[in-house]
């Protein structure tokens, strides 16, 4: 007993330095992500590319160095070896929390009603196609949720509460990941494309693109290309989409406690619901009642908050920039083409069910002027 716990102290001493390097690695490529993401723009005015330096966000530059970083750490052979500082679960959830702190109540509020009704239809009809075709191609069940989580709210972060709900494999949590990149990175720039080509308003481009891109962060580079009114709304959207995260993960919970998992003789207590359930999603929910307080009634709010989303970008370059790392094109060879084939096809129901659905409810929105 004694020589097993000495022997699980060794492996983690020496793990730990690793564990620093990859912190290290991420923080670096995180500094860089930064630096382009502020000063590409400028190296591009007054030139042929300028409007192209003015789109990418921050998204892009953090998952294509992601995606070198990790070709280059794995020619070298460290790339899994360094793979504990990839810490993407940390900081997703810490930067979901911090964006709390930059949602408006009022200006929600104004939207609730449409940006809820639209949550609601979007989330039950992509996420029940997807369950169902995942079932008929024999998904296993714990990929089933992720994919249909990911796809139908909000990409990585629901995957994760998902995988948290559902108790499934690193490895599936990755894979789903990897799968929210390859289809989010193209929709940044081909939506707002099309909302152009389609000619559709601020509005019901913003419901749309907040409805349909499956990441936070993609939404809001993908906004900030639309317009700021497209953005506002995609944001609004989005974020209520995201609070639906902790319904959804409380269904899956009971599903597979009840269902998938049940034994005979035990049954699942509120603890086993409460220990899957995302505790993120109150953070998020607290930082947005508290945000909207401080800027209320506190001198100074506001730069208070911008601090803060700047401070919630940083986190989110550095998830980013994780998933890079972590992505694993053999993961995706090994699974064959049948998550690819389930997470392609929900795409296409998604892009066109929120392309309809915002059409309907935010066709005579307007943002209330301040």
Not at 284 to 312: E, H, P, Y
Not at 333 to 338: I, K, M, V
Request: include cysteine.
């Amino acid at each position: 007993m004694s020589d097993n716990l000495a022997l699980e102290n060794e492996r983690a001493s020496r793990g730990l330095p690793l564990a620093v390097g990859g912190v290290l690695v991420v923080l670096v490529l995180g500094a860089l992500v930064r630096f382009l993401d502020t000063q590409v723009p400028h190296w591009l005015t007054d030139t042929p590319f300028e409007r192209l330096g003015k789109a990418i966000e921050f998204p892009v530059y953090a998952i294509a160095l992601g995606l070198i970083g990790n070709l280059v750490l794995g020619r070298l052979g460290v790339r899994e070896k360094l793979s504990g500082g990839y810490r993407t679960e940390f900081f997703i959830k810490t930067g979901l929390v911090l964006l709390g702190a930059s949602v408006d109540l009022k200006v929600l509020v104004t939207a609730a009603g449409p940006a809820i009704i639209q949550a609601i239809l979007l989330i039950t009809i992509v996420f029940g196609f997807t369950w169902w075709f995942a079932g008929r191609l024999g998904i296993d069940d714990k990929l089933r949720a992720l994919l249909a989580s990911a796809v139908s709210i909000c990409g990585v972060s629901a995957a994760i509460a998902a995988a948290g709900a559902v108790q499934a494999k690193k490895e599936q949590l990755a894979y789903s990941a990897s799968l929210v990149i390859v289809f989010a990175l193209p929709s940044i720039f081909l939506l707002p494309w099309l909302a152009g080509v389609f000619g559709l308003s601020d509005a019901v481009a913003g419901a749309w693109i907040g409805g349909n891109i499956d990441t936070t962060a993609a939404v809001a580079a993908s906004g900030a290309i639309a317009g700021e009114d497209a953005l506002q709304i995609a944001t609004i959207v989005k974020t209520t989409q995201n609070a639906l995260i902790g319904v959804v993960a409380i269904a899956l919970t009971a599903y597979f406690a009840l269902k998938v998992e049940r034994t005979s003789s035990a049954r699942p207590t509120v603890g086993d619901f409460w220990a899957r359930f995302p505790k993120f999603v109150l953070g998020f929910v607290a930082a947005s009642i508290i945000g909207t307080l401080w800027v209320a009634n506190v001198s100074g709010g506001k730069a208070d908050v911008t601090t803060i989303n700047d401070l919630r970008t940083w986190f989110l370059i550095f998830a980013f920039v994780s998933i890079g790392l972590e992505f694993s094109a053999s993961g995706i060879r090994e699974a064959g083409w049948r998550p690819i084939a389930v997470f392609g096809s929900a795409t296409v129901v998604n892009i066109v069910v929120a392309l309809g659905l915002a059409t309907v409810l935010f066709g005579n929105f307007e943002l209330p002027t301040t």
